[in-house]
């Protein structure tokens, strides 16, 4: 099997976290309607200035926007990067997703949040299930459908989530 364009790659990735960037921010406005949306943006912004992100207005609120968008697209970087490497994560895409999705949660999670200057304490169950749900529907399975879809595609043509033998 060929390796998919480098181009691919690019494309695929930085629709991939545009897309899930912005779906995850509205997950996290929508499920979160009494939080302004300006705190959002600055918990995340939080993660570089700490609680003082939430004292910084709009600025600190946009410094959380783009840092979000810069994760989102790294993430998906890296996922293409699989994706092309191995083709089974596009065939099982959806599978691939919900994992990619609760891996991505569990690093935010359990090591990037807690590394750095942010202020959010640890979820408890609920939080960390609406977080797990939010991350595999707005990041893990339309990151792995975008990948499926836009990396140059030498699969054969068989339906998503057909075992791998066939």
């Known amino acids: 099997m060929s390796r998919s364009s480098f181009a691919d790659e ?7 976290g545009l897309v899930c960037g912005a779906v995850d921010l509205a997950a996290a406005a929508l499920s979160n ?8 943006f600055q918990s995340v912004a939080s993660g570089w200035l700490g609680a003082e992100a939430y004292q910084g207005g ?3 609120a946009w410094l959380g926007v783009v840092s979000h968008f810069g994760l989102m697209l790294g993430i998906a970087g890296a996922w293409m990067m699989l994706a092309s490497l191995y083709p089974i994560l596009r065939r099982q895409w959806i599978t691939a997703g919900i994992v990619w999705g609760a891996v991505v949660w569990a690093v935010m999670t359990f090591a990037v949040v807690p590394l750095s200057a942010s202020t959010l304490g640890a979820p ?5 299930l ?3 749900a ?4 707005a990041v893990g ?3 792995a459908w975008i990948g499926r879809k836009m990396i140059e595609n030498d699969l054969p043509d068989i339906p ?3 075992p791998a033998s066939a």
Do not use: Y
């Not at 690019?10 to 991939?16: G, I, K, Q, V």
């Open 124 to 128: 408890d169950m609920a939080g960390a």
């Open 134 to 137: 939010v991350h595999i529907l």
């Open 130 to 132: 609406k977080g797990l």
């Open 160 to 162: 998503a989530d057909t």
């Open 10 to 16: 690019t494309r695929a990735s930085l629709t991939a």
């Open 33 to 40: 309607p009494q939080i302004p949306l300006q705190s959002i």
């Open 58 to 60: 709009w600025p600190s």
């Open 141 to 143: 399975l339309p990151m």
